[in-house]
């Protein structure tokens, strides 16, 4: 972590951009002619999870260079700073412990003298006894029903975690709970989620690591208020004692600001805690897990982070040419820098993980979506892909044929399962074979595409022959597990994170800041006053600094969105 040069000026740079002029123009179908057993020799394992790389566009030279680069930018220290609860997060001063949450219980990791492991399960073990009384009726809300609905407010990492969790692991929830995600502060997100329910039966959590969050607090309030008004609670906020008896039966909270969440109106009783040490994006397995272990329960909710740390471990240990999350890191980077690919597409074979490549947007782009290095200098090459995707075989029917035939180079990782979430009825077993042949075919079709010669010889018209034509040489990451269960979600999210950690660390960037979003974050205060304000906007400017002069960015002319602001007041007020 400490200053160094710009990994470009290394002889491992400089080696693999020689090894990319002579091997990167090789066609997979002459990769696979050379070796055809790189099938079966170019895999990893890790707990449950299988890589094969072997339709990637490199050799086994390749795979050594990359991990010469990945020894050169020291991954083997940084890992060992992350573990040691170092401030690896400067720009924060914050360590970086996402691990810390998935270790066993009796493990230590100390920081600051504190075992943070210990802090974690107490956590752990107050989130499971809440969402144990919940699963068993026992909760019960302010009229004495028990609570039968949880819906969870938060965004971003406070929300994509737990929503894309709970719907991959739909088939270990209690069908009995309706959960549901609330983030957008487009008021038709919370109106449509609460609309059909019963607020006595109704359970809020109100995640938000900083309580600040704009859309949170006023999806919160407004959930609120749809709470104590639709159970006729007497009293305004925290005016009563049936006002505050009512909030605190129906609302749980989730953060690390104990005094923000007072401030809301919700009791630090009703509160589970986590750590500044926690990036956001990162938490899904802290607290901000609380909804998802309602669903699914406790037991599957600590199996859930058991496979993290299998993974945890494999990252710390395996030489990198056998280390899953750090292969995929390297191989991404491998296509990001030295093809010029711009993105990489995420297809998940499962119904169930369609929010996966969403998650995944958010913890490879907010975190590896930066253009300085640690020192504040331009990062000479390109960082962190594009991040999309969509499950098969839906996507096959829509965008993979830009993937097949397009000018574009984009990478994918496949992800499949060998069993299907709902096992018992032979027909779902038909149903995933199927869905299982067309995972295997389009990495294949992909890799080796068809030949001029080969459409020709299936008797097609001359005419037709290169819009028939497949190049092929379209590279794929398989990636195979038994069955979707929560172990395997916890081990394929925490590939993905020390990918990420991975690829930044070679880059030499801060991976776990996200000023950004904390843009985000203040841009549109000052606006939305505006909006509301009496007056149309520039009325009583005199010359001064506009809407912009708040932004703390680089200000355009203060009139630069006047008038698009009185054509939505004059729209919305019906004119
Ligand atoms: C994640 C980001 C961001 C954050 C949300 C919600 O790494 O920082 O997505 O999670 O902005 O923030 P709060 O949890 O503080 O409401």
Redesign the pocket.
């Known amino acids: 972590m400490s200053e160094r040069e710009p990994i470009t000026a290394s002889p491992e740079w400089q080696r693999l951009t020689d090894h990319h002029a002579a091997v990167g123009g090789v066609h997979l179908r002459t990769l696979f002619g050379d070796d055809p057993k790189r099938g079966e020799t170019m895999t990893v394992e890790a707990g449950d999870l299988l890589l094969d790389y072997s339709k990637n566009r490199l050799t086994a030279e390749t795979v050594g260079l990359l991990a010469a680069l990945a020894a050169r930018a020291d991954l083997p220290g940084s890992i060992e700073a992350m573990w040691r609860g170092e401030r690896i997060n400067t720009t924060e001063h914050r360590p970086v412990l996402h691990i810390a949450l998935r270790m066993p219980r009796g493990s230590s990791l100390v920081v600051d003298g504190e075992n943070v492991v210990e802090a974690v399960h107490q956590v752990l073990d107050r989130m499971s006894l809440f969402a144990e009384q919940v699963r068993f009726g026992q909760w019960v809300g302010f009229t004495g029903r028990p609570i039968r609905n949880v819906v969870n407010i938060?965004?971003?990492?406070?929300d994509l975690g737990p929503a894309m969790a709970y719907d991959a692991l739909r088939a270990f929830a209690d069908p009995a709970l309706t959960v549901r995600f609330v983030s957008n502060v487009d008021g038709t997100d919370i109106h449509q989620a609460t609309r059909d329910l019963d607020p006595a039966e109704t359970l809020f959590v109100v995640?938000?690591?900083?309580?600040?969050?704009l859309e949170?607090l006023t999806n919160a309030r407004t959930a609120r208020a749809w709470l104590v008004e639709t159970l006729g609670v007497p009293g305004g906020p925290g005016e009563s004692p049936q006002w505050r008896a009512a909030v605190a039966r129906h609302n749980e909270a989730v953060s690390t600001n104990a005094e923000k969440l007072e401030e809301f109106g919700i009791d630090t009783a009703n509160m589970f805690g986590f750590w500044d040490w926690v990036?956001?994006?990162?938490?899904v397995d802290s607290a901000i897990g609380l909804s998802l272990m309602i669903a699914i329960g406790p037991s599957n909710f600590r199996e859930f982070l058991a496979g993290f740390h299998v993974i945890d471990e494999h990252f710390r240990s395996a030489p990198f040419e056998a280390n899953l999350p750090a292969l995929l890191g390297l191989i991404g980077l491998w296509y990001d820098d030295f093809f010029g690919a711009e993105t990489v597409a995420i297809l998940p074979y499962s119904h169930n993980m369609g929010r996966f490549p969403a998650y995944l947007q958010?913890l490879d782009m907010?975190s590896n979506g930066k253009s300085v290095d640690r020192q504040g200098r331009p990062v000479p090459v390109d960082t962190g892909p594009i991040v999309w995707g969509q499950p098969g075989t839906n996507g096959q029917h829509a965008f993979y044929q830009l993937i097949h035939q397009g000018t574009r180079l984009i990478p994918a990782d496949f992800i499949g399962f060998a069993r299907p979430d709902y096992d018992q009825a032979p027909v779902q077993l038909e149903h995933h074979d199927l869905l299982m042949a067309n995972f295997f075919a389009q990495t294949e079709a992909l890799a080796f595409g068809k030949t001029a010669e080969e459409v020709a010889a299936e008797g097609t018209a001359p005419e037709l022959v290169p819009h028939r034509t497949f190049p092929g040489n379209r590279p794929t990451n398989t990636i195979l597990a038994p069955r979707l269960t929560p172990s395997v979600l916890g081990q394929l999210i925490a590939c993905y994170e020390h990918k990420v950690f991975t690829q930044g660390v070679v880059w030499n960037i801060n991976s776990f800041d996200?000023w950004g979003?904390e843009l985000g974050?203040v841009l549109a205060t000052r606006i939305a006053a505006e909006l509301a304000a009496p007056d149309e906007p520039g009325a009583a400017r005199s010359g001064g600094p506009g809407h912009d002069s708040s932004r703390g960015l680089h200000q355009p002319p203060p009139t630069a969105n006047d008038a698009l602001i009185r054509r939505y007041r004059r729209l919305r007020a019906g004119g």
């Open positions: 938060g965004i971003g990492g406070s995640s938000s690591k900083t309580f600040t969050t949170t990036g956001g994006r990162y938490s958010q907010e996200q979003v974050k």
